[in-house]
């Protein structure tokens, strides 16, 4: 696959995949204005990894938050969904070149809030006596998003469904920080929970855009296979900021009934 031309908006993302600097991760270049002429498709596979972050099998659980170590254990966890989220916004405007400019320079503009995100908890991390490596990481994101064959199903899953649940999670780790005594923490969290408001209204906007409106059945038909809507919602869903996401009540109320299919070995109700 030939990299993009030198000095465009896709190479910029081209290279923020691609690069293997932790320096360049947390604080890439400013995206040029330049957009390639007739760029084709671009499916990145993998990203690059910096050797600071070692990938596992499976990360540690973010619990113990009494601990410093355990805070900076899970806010570890948290720079790293941000990075891949920064990583797949530039990867999406690769994969879909024919989407409207409007849409993918959208793209461009979350992935820079998803990089001042890790800016943030990185700081957090430092503050806890801890720096950027020394947790394991998992690659999960990857190991789903790029599956997605188009640009609705890319919102489906990641502004209508991870970052959507990540107005919960955001929600719950603040109250479980200021529970620890870790004020500071708290807010980060705090911070990035209301910023992430405007990247799930960019999903739904774009979702409705492609789709034709924002429909239960339609976005979960959209999610890339094996997903589905029980890792796109946290506990107690927060309605009041999904509506303000743009969220409306029959899908929220969709949201919420919802349950996965018993096992061929598993009786209904079980």
């Not at 979350?110 to 001042?116: G, K, Q, V």
């Not at 409106?213 to 796109?232: Q, R, V």
């Amino acid at each position: 696959m030939e990299a993009p031309e030198a000095g465009t908006v896709e190479r910029w993302a081209w290279d923020y995949v691609s690069t293997t600097s932790l320096a360049a991760k947390l604080a890439p270049a400013v995206p040029p204005e330049r957009w390639e002429e007739r760029a084709p498709a671009r499916r990145v596979e993998a990203p690059g990894r910096p050797p600071e972050l070692v990938v596992g099998e499976r990360a540690d659980k973010t619990r113990g938050l009494r601990a410093p170590s355990g805070r900076a254990r899970a806010l570890h966890t948290f720079l790293h969904h941000e990075l891949q989220a920064a990583e797949l916004m530039a990867w999406a405007l690769l994969a879909f070149p024919d989407a409207p400019q409007e849409f993918r320079r959208g793209l461009v503009r979350i992935a820079l809030d998803e990089i001042r995100h890790m800016r943030l908890y990185a700081e957090q991390i430092e503050r806890l006596g801890h720096r950027v490596g020394d947790f394991p990481v998992r690659d999960w994101f990857w190991t789903r998003v790029p599956t997605s064959p188009d640009p609705a199903s890319f919102v489906a899953v990641m502004g209508l469904g991870l970052e959507s649940a990540n107005l919960e999670h955001t929600a719950t780790f603040a109250a479980r920080f200021r529970d620890a005594g870790d004020a500071e923490g708290a807010r980060v969290q705090e911070v990035v929970g209301l910023e992430e408001i405007a990247h799930v209204r960019f999903g739904v906007r774009w979702f409705e855009r492609f789709t034709g409106g924002l429909d239960f059945a339609a976005w979960t038909s959209a999610l890339p296979a094996p997903l589905t809507p029980l890792l796109m919602r946290g506990r107690p869903l927060r309605r009041d900021a999904r509506r303000r996401a743009g969220q409306n009540e029959r899908f929220l109320d969709e949201l919420e009934a919802w349950q996965p299919e018993p096992t061929a070995n598993e009786p209904p109700g079980s």
